[in-house]
C-alpha cells in the first residue's frame, strides 16, 4: 500500500514538474526557447512514459539513495524527505548521489550528505542559495544532525518552510 502511494505521489511531482518546465518554456523566446523546447521534446521520446516518467524517476533515485543508507543516517534521510514532501511542494532527486529537494525552477533547496559517505560523525543537513534564509550578512547554510528530537524537527520544518517562502 505504501509503495503504490509513493508512486502515486511521484507521478503528480513529475506532473507538477513537468508543467513547471513548459510553463517556463513558455516564457522563454528566440534560441532559448528553441533549445528547450527541443530538449524537453527528447525528454519525452527517450524515456518509456515521457517527460512525467522522468520527473518521477528523480523521486525514485531519491529514495532509492535513501533505501541503499543503513543504521542513524537511513533513519535521518527519511525523516528530512517526508518532512520535505508534507511541509513543501519541493521536488525530490539525486544530487551527486544523495538525496536533495529542488524549487519549480529546478535549483536545489536543500540536501542531505549522509554521515557514512563522507566518514564523519554526523551527516549533513544543508541548504543552497536557492533557499530563503538569509539573514542580514551571516547565517548558517548546513547543519551537523545526529539525531532529530521532535523539537529538533518543529525547528528543521521552520527553516523548510521559510526557505522556499
Known amino acids: 500500500m505504501r509503495a503504490a502511494a509513493s508512486e ?71 525523516t528530512l524527505h517526508d518532512l520535505v514532501k508534507k511541509h513543501t511542494s519541493l521536488g ?18 536543500v540536501f542531505f550528505q549522509s554521515a557514512a559517505k563522507f566518514k564523519v560523525r554526523y551527516a549533513t543537513i544543508g541548504f543552497q542559495e536557492a533557499a530563503n534564509l538569509d539573514e542580514g550578512n551571516f547565517w548558517p547554510t548546513a547543519y551537523a544532525v545526529s539525531n532529530l528530537t521532535v523539537a529538533d524537527k518543529k525547528r528543521l520544518v521552520a527553516l523548510l518552510k521559510r526557505a522556499v517562502s
Open 92 to 109: 525530490a532527486k539525486t544530487w551527486y548521489g544523495m538525496p536533495a529537494y529542488t524549487n519549480g525552477d529546478g535549483r536545489v533547496v
Open 8 to 78: 502515486a505521489k511521484a507521478a503528480k511531482a513529475g506532473a507538477d514538474m513537468e508543467a513547471a518546465c513548459l510553463a517556463a518554456i513558455a516564457d522563454m523566446s528566440g534560441k532559448d526557447k528553441e533549445l528547450a523546447e527541443t530538449l524537453h521534446d527528447l525528454v519525452k521520446k527517450h524515456t518509456s512514459l515521457g517527460a512525467k516518467t522522468w520527473y518521477g524517476n528523480m523521486e525514485a533515485a531519491c529514495l532509492a539513495a535513501i533505501a541503499d543508507m543503513s543504521g542513524k543516517d537511513k533513519e535521518l534521510a527519511e
